[in-house]
């Protein structure tokens, strides 16, 4: 990640100084998830956290990668808002319910539990 510059910022600079409403789609079926970064890291460290663990700790994708243990390949990560790291957690959590509910990313045409 640190071999890219944004705006004159070493790219995980950028990333862990914001907080996020991000997309992950399963390129192989379309479903999507949607999720949300704040805190210290901001978006690198949740998704640091997929790229440690695979799944991020969504249920739904560790079910499907008990399936299909390679399925995390077919996975593409998408921005869809950037939030200042001023913005408080339950206001990021609220503007990423209202992204939920614009996608339709709850089960079971998404991959989003709750």
Not at 26 to 42: H, I, L, M, P, T
Request: proline share 4%.
């Amino acid at each position: 990640v640190s071999q890219y510059i944004w705006r004159g910022q070493d790219l995980g600079d950028a990333l862990s100084s914001v907080n996020a409403v991000y997309l992950i789609v399963d390129r192989e079926n379309g479903r999507q998830y949607v999720g949300s970064a704040y805190g210290k890291g901001g978006l690198l460290e949740r998704w640091a956290h997929y790229v440690d663990s695979l799944h991020g700790g969504n249920k739904l994708m560790k079910e499907l990668l008990c399936s299909y243990p390679e399925r995390y390949t077919h996975f593409q990560f998408s921005i869809l808002q950037l939030l200042p790291k001023t913005v408080k957690p339950e206001d990021v959590i609220h503007t990423e319910t209202l992204w939920k509910k614009k996608l339709l990313s709850y089960e079971p045409i998404g991959m989003n539990a709750n």
